[in-house]
Nanobody, 125 residues
């Protein structure tokens, strides 16, 4: 059974930092491209950042470039998202997602096969 479990969300003041984690089990982690998406109330789920199977390539949404950093530890089956300089517009539920490495990279949610349950990040204005 595949499981993706996010943690690390919370309430943080604007300008602060959070580190999200995603623990993955039930699949061969190094065979999957991983990504973070987020969804704010009343909005569609949006792409945040993706990382290839080895960690050698990353793709960031323009809105988070220079502030967020994705990383992975294939030995521990863990995905991370370091979020710095947080803004109120970063408020959302953050989801980790997995897609087979042989599939073409895409920022669309439907290109990802497995999803976590999400973790809430709140940055008050």
């Amino acid at each position: 059974q595949v499981q993706l479990v996010e943690s690390g969300g919370g309430l943080v003041q604007a300008g602060g930092s959070l580190r999200l984690s995603c623990a993955v089990s039930g699949l061969t982690f190094s065979s999957y491209r991983m990504a973070w998406f987020r969804q704010a109330p009343g909005k569609e789920r949006e792409f945040v950042v993706a990382i290839n199977w080895s960690g050698g390539r990353t793709d960031y949404a323009d809105s988070v470039k220079g502030r967020f950093t994705i990383s992975r530890d294939n030995a521990k089956n863990m995905l991370y998202l370091q979020m710095n300089s947080l803004k109120p517009e970063d408020t959302a539920v953050y989801y980790c997602a997995a897609a087979p490495r042989y599939t073409a990279p895409s920022p669309t949610p439907r290109s990802y096969t497995y999803w976590g349950q999400g973790t809430q990040v709140t940055v008050p204005s």
